[in-house]
Nanobody
Framework: QVQLVESGGGLVQAGGSLRLSCAVSGRISSINAMGWYRQAPGKQRELVAHITILGRTNYADSVKGRFTISRDNAKNTVYLQMNSLKPEDTAVYYC???????????????WGQGTQVTVSS
């Protein structure tokens, strides 16, 4: 069982920044990709960014150039630095960790509680 604890969300004005953190604990493999996802009201959860164990990153087109994903393998923690936030970034943000194909597909059986990000215009 993997435990995921997301934090760092909040209310911010458009153009502002937030840094999300996700601590992963439990039965995890050292060879894992990590990803950040978000789910806006009435929409499906989508992959925002992911990072491999080697540090390779990939971003959704909607956040490229504004968001940066990073990880601290020693702490089993993944971060999401979000700059130039827009109202359309408003969502509950989740993280997860697993084999890269699973992270890309988002087909996890369990998720953390997420952290709410609200961007006001």
């Amino acid at each position: 069982q993997v435990q995921l604890v997301e934090s760092g969300g909040g209310l911010v004005q458009a153009g502002g920044s937030l840094r999300l953190s996700c601590a992963v604990s439990g039965r995890i493999s050292s060879i894992n990709a990590m990803g950040w996802y978000r789910q806006a009201p009435g929409k499906q959860r989508e992959l925002v960014a992911h990072i491999t164990i080697l540090g390779r990153t990939n971003y959704a087109d909607s956040v490229k150039g504004r968001f940066t994903i990073s990880r601290d393998n020693a702490k089993n923690t993944v971060y999401l630095q979000m700059n130039s936030l827009k109202p359309e970034d408003t969502a509950v943000y989740y993280c997860n960790s697993g084999p890269l194909p699973t992270v890309v597909a988002g087909t996890f059986s369990s998720w953390g509680q997420g952290t709410q990000v609200t961007v006001s215009s």
